[in-house]
């Protein structure tokens, strides 16, 4: 049934990326389930805009595609098949999805495929529009624990890391023996040292990745490390949920270095095995690591599936580490960029008269 009154609406939302300090790498039975918990930090000035449009009627014909997508001003055939396909899991849970048809508007503070996840931004900022949409059609607002909780739910159909994106600071997804859920993520207690970390992250190759995280994913079933990493995995989630809330950075710093190369570890003993860092990677990982040993600015870094570095540091040793990215930027050469960013507050709403 075609509610007309839905005609027209506009929902714009902003939601940033977030950089994973345990990794989830590998996949359960169902859709989009995690094999380990995770945890992340929200960033604030990598984010994604979604604007979502409920076309109207008159406006289509059966030629209307159900989903048309802009990215930055440019029409996005490339991006479409994704989007769709989130559209079809969530039309599950909202099927009233097939009755309309939408355009959306999008646009990244960040270039695509910087080694920020694009993905983990703009699935969760388009869930978060979903989710006001539902409200409508509802005719009521779900709670402020409700709403959060159905935007991750959603998010997490399009892209698993997404669902994190929702909350501000810091959040877990993946159930435990005492905590959290396959289903959503959950806002996670950190010390205030986490609420201003810094993020500088280190491109190195902004090109699209040889390997896409899902096909990565599906590699972790037959692995046959897979078991020993899932484990691994849990026991380091124990220990950094506690290190966040307690404030400390040089036991949880080590500890995501760890889990970032235990990541490219796997990769590169999957069947087939591939390597994503490149000879940058290497080097700035060794000069980050003489740094922090010459001068005990707790500097760590960490890698998502790609080649870039994402450096965290307090916010007190800001004007150290921006010397020495100078110096890092100089030696790695002219091709690589640095994108700064913190740790942020989650999504916002943009509302209709504010917008774009």
Same mark, same amino acid.
């Given at each position: 049934?075609?509610?007309?009154?839905?005609?027209?609406?506009?929902?714009?939302?902003?939601?940033?990326?977030?950089?994973?300090?345990?990794?989830?790498?590998?996949?359960?039975?169902?859709?989009?389930?995690?094999?380990?918990p995770s945890v992340s930090l929200t960033l604030n000035e990598s984010k994604t805009r979604?604007?979502?449009?409920?076309?109207?009627?008159?406006?289509?014909?059966?030629?209307?595609?159900?989903?048309?997508?802009?990215?930055?001003?440019?029409?996005?055939?490339?991006?479409?098949?994704?989007?769709?396909?989130?559209?079809?899991?969530?039309?599950?849970?909202?099927?009233?999805?097939?009755?309309?048809?939408?355009?959306?508007?999008?646009?990244?503070? %960040? !270039? $695509?495929? *910087?080694?920020?996840?694009?993905?983990?931004?703009?699935?969760?900022? =388009?869930?978060?529009?979903? @989710? #006001?949409?539902?409200?409508?059609?509802?005719?009521?607002?779900?709670?402020e624990t409700e709403f959060w909780q159905r935007a991750s739910f959603l998010a997490r159909?399009?892209?698993?890391?997404?669902?994190?994106?929702? %909350? !501000? $600071?810091? *959040?877990?997804?993946?159930?435990?023996?005492?905590?959290?859920?396959? =289903?959503?993520?959950?806002? @996670? #207690?950190?010390?205030?040292?986490?609420?201003?970390?810094?993020?500088?992250?280190?491109?190195?190759?902004?090109?699209?990745?040889?390997?896409?995280?899902?096909?990565?994913?599906?590699?972790?079933?037959?692995? %046959?490390?897979?078991? *020993?990493?899932?484990?691994?995995?849990?026991?380091?989630?124990?220990?950094?949920?506690?290190?966040?809330?307690?404030?400390?950075?040089?036991?949880?710093?080590?500890?995501?270095?760890?889990?970032?190369?235990?990541?490219?570890?796997?990769?590169?003993?999957?069947?087939?095995?591939?390597?994503?860092?490149?000879?940058?990677?290497?080097?700035?990982?060794?000069?980050?690591?003489?740094?922090?040993?010459?001068?005990?600015?707790?500097?760590?870094?960490?890698?998502?599936?790609?080649?870039?570095?994402?450096?965290?540091?307090p916010e007190e040793y800001r004007a150290d580490v921006s010397k020495f990215l100078v110096?890092?930027?100089?030696?790695?050469?002219?091709?690589?960029?640095?994108?700064?960013?913190?740790?942020?507050?989650?999504?916002?709403?943009?509302?209709?008269?504010?917008?774009?």
């Open positions: 049934m075609t509610h007309k009154k839905l005609d027209g609406l506009k929902f714009t939302w902003w939601a940033p990326s977030n950089i994973a300090l345990v990794k989830y790498w590998g996949k359960k039975e169902g859709h989009q389930l995690p094999a380990n979604v604007e979502l449009n409920v076309l109207k009627t008159e406006e289509c014909s059966q030629n209307t595609p159900w989903i048309d997508l802009y990215f930055s001003g440019k029409k996005m055939p490339s991006f479409i098949p994704k989007i769709e396909k989130f559209f079809k899991h969530a039309s599950e849970e909202l099927p009233f999805l097939n009755d309309y048809k939408f355009l959306l508007k999008t646009e990244n503070t %960040f !270039p $695509h495929s *910087a080694g920020i996840a694009s993905s983990a931004s703009s699935m969760a900022a =388009l869930a978060l529009n979903l @989710v #006001e949409l539902e409200q409508t059609v509802k005719g009521h607002n779900f709670s159909m399009g892209s698993g890391s997404a669902c994190r994106s929702v %909350f !501000p $600071h810091a *959040a877990s997804w993946g159930e435990t023996d005492n905590f959290g859920s396959d =289903l959503f993520a959950e806002r @996670v #207690e950190c010390h205030p040292i986490f609420k201003s970390m810094y993020d500088s992250i280190v491109v190195v190759n902004a090109s699209e990745k040889k390997v896409s995280s899902r096909a990565g994913h599906g590699l972790m079933n037959d692995h %046959f490390y897979g078991k *020993a990493r899932y484990h691994h995995a849990l026991t380091n989630w124990h220990h950094s949920i506690e290190w966040l809330k307690d404030g400390s950075w040089d036991n949880l710093g080590n500890l995501v270095e760890e889990e970032a190369l235990s990541l490219h570890a796997m990769m590169m003993t999957s069947r087939p095995g591939y390597i994503l860092m490149e000879p940058q990677t290497i080097t700035a990982i060794h000069l980050v690591r003489e740094y922090r040993y010459r001068t005990g600015v707790p500097l760590y870094f960490t890698l998502d599936a790609g080649p870039n570095l994402h450096l965290l540091y110096d890092l930027k100089d030696q790695l050469g002219a091709n690589v960029s640095i994108i700064d960013d913190k740790v942020g507050t989650g999504p916002y709403r943009i509302k209709e008269k504010e917008q774009l």
